[in-house]
């Protein structure tokens, strides 16, 4: 960014972004937008991709910062993509008109969307939330598994809770494979972040509920009253399950009765079971129209 950029930022004038056709691999702006791949540069840069003209469309719709919209020739022309370049370059972002195995050298897949957008990361931190009465929040202990942390966020979101509590050292929410999971819910769907102590401190303040789940938990879920009183549900890490600390804090140690062979369910399928449970009776099918 040049002086006068900087001025023009300073002074809450957006400078109008710009429009680049590229086709090489070896383009510096290139390299720069693969290098979105691997965490350290996403960390570095603040920002994260996100694939497919729906995704942008949506993102830009809930006033999430667009950097840098990518799309193949093969959307030139094409009248849903032209509005969402118009959109980028009036809030400042760039449009770079690409080719395809430029598209998918940047997102690393074959058959890659036609459309991706580089977005600014955004986080919340823990003091900032205060659950009100009938809100879920789901706090993950050290999720590893990108799928699950995707899944997990478009569940959440489909379940109507308010947040995802990331706790202790995480898989990235911002990885390629965790926005393709969230399928768009990361968009709408708040992510916190705090380490475990951060996370006991504040639960000390909380005077909802806290739902852990454990395979040792003697409460069956469907007995607990979760109604009229905010609510956090906490899981434990795929691996090693709620470590002692975290499963303390806890109000009540929640079971979800299994038969079978299987010693436990998958951490994203236990939390949609709980979900949908807590928050039971506040979905409602629309009636038909
Ligand atoms: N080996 C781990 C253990 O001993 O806890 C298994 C962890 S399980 C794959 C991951 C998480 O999913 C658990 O920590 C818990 O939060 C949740 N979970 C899985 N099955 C559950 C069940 N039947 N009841 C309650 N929670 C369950």
Not at 249 to 258: E, F, M
Request: glycine content about 8%; charged content about 25%; hydrophobic content about 40%.
């Amino acid at each position: 960014m040049n002086k006068q950029d900087d001025h023009r930022r300073g002074s809450g004038l957006v400078r109008p972004g710009r429009v680049k056709e590229v086709t090489s691999l070896t383009n510096p702006i290139v390299k720069d937008l693969r290098s979105l791949a691997i965490k350290k540069f996403r960390d570095q840069q603040g920002v994260f991709l996100a694939e497919g003209l729906k995704l942008v469309i949506d993102a830009l719709d809930l006033g999430w910062t667009i950097k840098t919209l990518v799309y193949s020739k093969a959307g030139k022309g094409n009248s849903l993509v032209e509005p969402v370049a118009v959109r980028t370059i009036a809030k400042g972002g760039d449009v770079l008109e690409v080719s395809e195995k430029v598209i998918a050298a940047i997102t690393r897949r074959d058959n890659p969307q036609m459309v991706v957008g580089v977005f600014e990361q955004k986080v919340q931190s823990l003091p900032a939330i205060k659950p009100q009465a009938n809100e879920v929040y789901v706090a993950l202990d050290r999720v590893r598994d990108p799928g699950n942390l995707g899944t997990i966020i478009r569940t959440a979101d489909a379940a109507g809770a308010k947040g995802v509590i990331l706790i202790g050292d995480t898989t990235d929410p911002f990885s390629l494979e965790t926005i393709r999971a969230t399928m768009g819910s990361v968009f709408a769907m708040p992510i916190i972040r705090a380490t475990e102590a951060e996370f006991l401190s504040w639960r000390k303040g909380f005077s909802g509920l806290v739902v852990g789940t454990h395979l040792k938990g003697a409460v069956d879920y469907r007995t607990i009253p979760y109604a009229n009183r905010p609510v956090v549900l906490l899981m434990g890490n795929e691996q090693q399950g709620l470590p002692d600390q975290l499963a303390s804090s806890c109000d009540q140690l929640a079971r979800i009765p299994q038969e079978g062979r299987a010693d436990s369910l998958n951490l994203a399928i236990a939390t949609g079971v709980m979900l949908f449970e807590i928050r039971r009776d506040a979905l409602k099918l629309a009636p038909d129209v």
